[in-house]
């Protein structure tokens, strides 16, 4: 079992470095995903790019990565075949999966019995909780980023003095607030009398002028308009005088003011 463990857990490794996904068929899939490098500490530390491995109990579908895997590894150690005429590919490809299964299971029931089982230079995986959920934590010293190979977290140290950018921007100005001058009770009481006497079209102490309402200024537009339309009709009260017998009298009445005007 050893043997096997040893031999498993480093085609995984191997094959994990290769593709994204490598199935244990019947419980999950480990799941490989690249992170770039990210910024920690407030700035101060970049840490290297690495490969993040996970396990999925939703992947359940078999991929047969390992099974091949084992299949070619099992075949590189066979010198020779009781049976020439079967294909040797398609007979270690079977043979594979027989144990690469049982594998599976054993991995399984130890879950199960101890919640713990170690892939060694892969990490652990682990069933927690009370929906007795499988996790996996990759071991700090397996290295499943072959380009950050070597590659340790970087720590930057804060500048001791203003760069030359920093040093070209000015400063920004503060608003300084100004205080108003403090008077007594009697010059406060002075000035709101002079405020008081001013007459409304002056402007106030806050040159602000106030306004005269709209509705007063539509009254005296409409009597100045009629006080025009007055002194129009007598200046003109000759040549409009046709016009307003017609308007102001009836024929008849006009017939008699004819007459009148005839004797």
């Known amino acids: 079992m050893n043997n096997h463990l040893a031999t498993f857990s480093r085609l995984i490794k191997a094959q994990l470095l290769k593709h994204n996904r490598v199935s244990l068929p019947g419980l999950g899939s480990f799941i490989a995903e690249d992170q770039p490098s990210k910024i920690m500490d407030d700035g101060r530390l970049i840490s290297p790019p690495t490969r993040v491995i996970t396990f999925s109990v939703k992947e359940t579908w078999n991929d047969e990565i390992l099974e091949r895997a084992y299949a070619t590894e099992l075949e590189g150690s066979m010198l020779e075949l009781e049976d020439e005429e079967r294909n040797p590919s398609k007979l270690f490809l079977e043979q594979a999966k027989k144990e ?63 760069s030359k950018l920093q ?19 009697e010059t406060k009481k ?44 007598y200046v003109f009260r000759e040549e409009l005088k046709p016009l307003l017998e017609r308007v102001l009298y009836t024929p008849a009445e006009r017939e008699i003011l004819r007459t009148l005007q005839g004797t």
Request: no cysteine.
């Open 190 to 233: 002075a000035v709101s009398m002079e405020k008081k006497k001013l007459p409304k079209s002056v402007k106030n102490t806050d040159g602000v002028k106030k306004r005269t309402p709209k509705w007063l200024l539509a009254v005296l537009g409409v009597l100045v308009a009629i006080v025009l339309l007055l002194l129009l009709v």
């Open 167 to 185: 040093k070209s921007i000015p400063p920004a100005i503060k608003p300084q607030k100004i205080e108003k001058p403090k008077g007594t009770g």
């Open 100 to 162: 690469v299964a049982q594998f599976v299971l054993t991995v399984e029931s130890q879950l199960r019995s101890s919640g713990v089982f170690h892939f060694p230079d892969l990490g652990v995986m682990k069933m927690e909780g009370r929906r007795r959920e499988i996790s996996f934590f990759t071991s700090p010293d397996s290295d499943l980023a072959p380009r950050a190979f070597g590659l340790t977290p970087l720590s930057i140290k804060p500048l001791s003095s203003p």
